[in-house]
């Protein structure tokens, strides 16, 4: 038995090893990070532009401004064009398929289906291209700024990338202020609503408020401004000079103070046709089509009141002698 000892030791430390080196993983094979493939500054990129089967698109940026210069101008979303570049930027691949790249056909690379290239202010243009889709589901073959390498690229990269000129739009034809606004008009096919901020000088969510001339509190305003702030379009914009403003069917006007108190009002009208209400902002460059629903659901909104709270209910007869502490 005395003989036997030190080989149960030496067999209990080796599992004992062996466990510690499994919980570590050292037996499993060590997977390489994804290979980023570029690294722009976004202060450096003069323009962009995205090609796939339906979408043909440059932006170009001047002076840390963006515009669309293809297919068309639109009003543009301050976030969009940045995340766009963001997403270049975390471009990575998962592994070499043809390090050469001799047979660019069987890849879908010869004519790429899809094409992304960003422009810098030296002149350099780094662009990645994407052919077929791999039999491995999610991933496709692609390339990146003339090297011969045909690489797998998951999908998801490609899409963040594939965007329309309505992913880049500003969609919010009303943006808000909440602790700026002094008071909201609405008028909708004849009907006539106002939210007015009593308490000037208070927070939005800590002032009063009067709907329709009844007292509300702040944190009740806020659901009305939201319908206000709310209101957007899936679709396209158009030019105002395209829309014909006669006899509109929606008016709203929004007064704010900055910090100074200096007021301003903005309007907006809207005509109605079919399902739409084309919104413009007066002496503004552009139409939104908003769903005619919408704005009648934001009617609707400034036709309620809110519900008071339940009153607390009264202590039963005798319970409130119970409750008092002897003396």
Do not use: H
Request: net charge negative; glycine share 6%.
């Amino acid at each position: 038995m005395k003989r036997l000892i030190p080989t149960l030791i030496l067999v209990i430390i080796c599992i004992g090893g062996f466990w510690y080196a499994s919980s570590q993983d050292f037996f499993k094979e060590k997977k390489e990070p994804a290979a980023s493939l570029a690294k722009v500054n976004k202060d450096d990129v003069v323009s962009f532009t995205v090609k796939t089967a339906e979408t043909d698109l440059e932006m170009q940026q001047k002076d840390g401004k963006w515009s669309m210069t293809k297919p068309s101008p639109l009003p543009l979303n301050e976030y969009s064009s940045n995340g766009w570049v963001n997403s270049f930027n975390q471009l990575t691949k998962d592994a070499t398929i043809d390090a050469e790249g001799k047979d660019l056909a069987k890849f879908g690379l010869d004519k790429p289906q899809q094409q992304f290239t960003v422009k810098l202010k030296d002149g350099t243009v780094q662009t990645l291209s994407v052919g077929n889709p791999m039999l491995i589901e999610g991933f496709v073959y692609a390339m990146y700024s003339g090297s011969p390498e045909v690489f797998k690229m998951s999908d998801s990269q490609v899409k963040s990338l594939a965007v329309t000129p309505l992913d880049l739009m500003e969609k919010s034809p009303i943006r808000l202020e909440y602790d700026q606004v002094r008071a909201i008009n609405v008028e909708w096919k004849g009907e006539k609503f106002t939210l007015t901020k009593t308490d000037t000088d208070k927070k939005s969510y800590e002032a009063n408020w009067k709907l329709n001339g009844q007292d509300i509190k702040g944190s009740d305003a806020g659901s009305y401004l939201d319908k206000v702030q709310f209101i957007s379009t899936e679709q396209l914009a158009k030019t105002a000079a395209e829309v014909k403003m006669d006899s509109p069917e929606l008016r709203i006007e929004v007064k704010t103070a900055d910090s100074s108190n200096k007021e301003t009002t903005v309007t907006y009208t809207g005509k109605v046709e079919q399902d739409n209400v084309w919104l413009v902002q007066q002496n503004g460059a552009w139409a939104y089509a908003v769903p005619a629903a919408s704005m009648q659901e934001l009617a609707d909104k400034f036709k309620e009141q809110p519900q008071a709270p339940e009153p607390t209910p009264a202590p039963a007869a005798g319970q409130s002698d119970q409750t008092q502490p002897k003396q």
